[in-house]
């Protein structure tokens, strides 16, 4: 392991080296246009040095949104890090628009040589004038670019605004200031301060720390159902082996997942995070809860099963393990925290793939850790044989249905939610009770019996909860507690946040905010667990309330993605939800005010408060 570890590892890192800060786009690309004799358009871009014009991103289209034929000339071919092999232009372009109509929109991209890429701009051209003006309605950062390219721009633009040479640019494509925490990532500090090996150390712990959140227990019942499936074989030097490989895969998918996310140009983070893959999970983990519960047997094809059998006398079910732990990155990897974000964002704008891929693989080890402790525990503690196995399989099958309604939370309306929970544990109960029957006065039979009634009493107070209308499975009595019903005190719903679906409905928010209230932006999605817990408990605390009095709050969406959402994520630098952006109403964020994955009532509250303080 210790050798598939190193050789994962190696490779040299080279800090890049920083570029000139960006010029603006129309400083770097100045165009203008004139009419020809044949009713043409000639445009023209004059071209700063260090800088370049995509010929394949240059188009034209009426009013209508019919394309217009546009004549270019050859350009010179280019190996570009996010497009690929395409022609450009240096210092010059030239590009004929053929029966140029009145007005029409013209779009062009182009990029910083080593640096930044900017997002897609789009011009109004008016022949009558002669004059080109902004478009606020023109494409997103990914309708060309990709995450990549994106979030280069993105970070770019707020380095550059950390160290004084931003400006506020409310009619193009957006600019915001992000706090310097945000203009660099982990990586890029770790890099700085203590090299790699401080990298790889720093991802190592965060992953142990994360390997304690809801978003990894589920590899908890999926790893002790492997170790009970190995009977009286099962030792503590089985356990290690088997939880060994599991981890190493598992390790070595969250890598894979960087480098994908850097070749592919796509926020692959956003779309594990998909409806539709969320509910294949939830519904894979009700296959296997049904299987463990035996109306069925789950087993691979013959021919697999018998190469992996050939090896079991050498190295046990070392492949099915390491293949377990590679499929169950995607149980975990949806979940977005802040080691996670930054690694992908690094990624992104560097386009280093070695160093991301290095973090996340080292993150995925440290959320093994936990596991392989437990599976080398196990060893000796695990029933070998008998009616006990059976017992324990049919745990792991509760504890897969309990996996299952949590993942698929986001999708069920909230009574569906506690009413699942209520008949899950009241389902456990019964079984509990009968489990310990004929075993009256072991020590298993006290452990049963009293797990039994505690499930049955939170079943009854689920059910309870139900009818009082409560939203929290932990809290089912909270309505009750409250006052007279749900509505009792004061508190922040969804519906509470005005949406928004591109930069300028965004820009458009916080300028309309009174005064000079901070506004926060919550990246959100229907499909997204933790966001559910977050409205659930979070935003009903009163501490939260009072500090979120006087916060512009405006939502980000992202259920149903589409360029301009991927642009808004690009320029605040997120790369998916829950995270809660703050910034003020000049469109700067407030220092270590941003919350992202899994966060307290205290730590909302505090940056809420520090956040208005700021706007002062």
Request: proline fraction near 5%.
């Amino acid at each position: 392991m210790l050798t598939l570890v190193g050789m994962t590892l190696a490779g040299v890192v080279t800090p890049a080296v920083a570029t000139q800060t960006p010029l603006e786009m129309d400083q770097a690309f100045k165009v203008s246009v004139e009419q020809a004799a044949d009713n043409r358009a000639v445009i023209r871009w004059t071209i700063n040095d260090g800088y370049y014009l995509y010929r394949d991103y240059l188009s034209a289209e009426d009013s209508a949104g019919n394309k217009l034929e546009l004549q270019t000339l050859p350009g010179k071919v280019k190996d570009d890090p996010n497009f690929g092999s395409t022609e450009v232009y240096y210092a010059t372009a030239t590009a004929s628009v053929l029966n140029a109509p009145q007005t029409f929109r013209l779009t062009y991209q182009g990029c910083q040589e080593d640096g930044l890429c900017y997002p897609p701009t789009t011009k109004i051209v008016d022949m009558a004038t002669l004059s080109l003006a902004g478009d606020n309605a023109g494409k997103g950062l990914f309708s060309q670019g990709g995450f990549a390219a994106a979030a280069k721009a993105s970070n770019a633009f707020s380095s550059a605004a950390s160290t004084g040479n931003a400006t506020d640019r409310p009619d193009d494509n957006g600019s915001f200031t992000l706090a310097d925490e945000h203009a660099e990532t982990a990586i890029d500090r770790m890099l700085s301060d203590g090299g790699l090996a401080l990298l790889l150390a720093g991802f190592l712990g965060f992953g142990v720390l994360l390997a304690f959140t809801p978003c990894v227990f589920p590899m908890y019942p999926i790893v002790a159902a492997m170790l009970a499936r190995e009977g009286e074989d099962l030792t503590a030097r089985r356990g290690f082996t088997l939880s060994s490989a599991y981890v190493l895969a598992l390790a070595c998918a969250f890598g894979l997942l960087g480098m994908v996310a850097a070749w592919s140009g796509q926020n692959l983070q956003v779309a594990l995070q998909s409806t539709t893959t969320v509910a294949a999970i939830a519904i894979l983990f009700v296959v296997l809860a049904l299987s463990n519960f035996g109306l069925f047997h789950l087993q691979l094809p013959a021919f697999i099963s018998a190469r992996f059998s050939k090896g079991k006398t050498r190295a046990g079910t070392v492949p099915g393990a390491m293949a377990l732990g590679f499929s169950s990155a995607l149980l975990i990897g949806p979940c977005v925290t802040a080691p996670l974000a930054g690694a992908l964002l690094y990624i992104a704008r560097t386009g280093d793939i070695a160093i991301g891929a290095a973090a996340l693989f080292a993150l995925g080890l440290g959320k093994g850790i936990p596991l392989v402790i437990m599976a080398t525990a196990s060893g000796k503690a695990l029933p070998k044989a008998g009616l006990w196995m059976e017992k324990v399989r049919q745990i792991f099958g509760f504890l897969f249905l309990a996996t299952a309604l949590w993942l698929a939370t986001p999708l069920m309306p909230q009574p569906l939610v506690l009413l699942g929970w209520a008949v899950l544990a009241l389902s456990f109960g019964v079984f509990a009770f009968t489990a310990a029957s004929g075993t009256t006065g072991s020590g298993f039979s006290v452990i049963s019996r009293s797990a039994g009634l505690a499930s049955i009493i939170w079943a009854a107070l689920l059910f309870v909860g139900l009818g009082l209308g409560a939203n929290d499975p932990l809290a089912p009595l909270k309505p009750l507690l409250s006052g007279n019903g749900p509505q009792a005190v004061a508190r922040i719903e969804k519906s509470d946040f005005a949406k928004v679906g591109s930069l300028g409905d965004l820009q458009n928010r916080i300028a309309s905010s009174p005064g000079n209230e901070p506004t926060l932006v919550y990246v959100t999605a229907d499909w997204c667990v933790t966001c559910r817990t977050i409205e659930r408990s979070l935003l009903t605390s009163p501490d939260v309330v009072d500090a979120l009095g006087k916060v512009n709050l405006v939502s980000l969406d992202l259920t149903q993605l589409n360029d301009d959402k991927q642009a808004m994520l690009s320029a605040l630098g997120v790369i998916g939800p829950p995270t809660m952006v703050f910034l003020d109403a000049k469109r700067r964020e407030p220092a270590a005010t941003r919350l992202v994955g899994e966060f307290s009532t205290s730590d909302l509250a505090a940056s809420a408060r520090k956040a208005r303080e700021d706007s002062l």
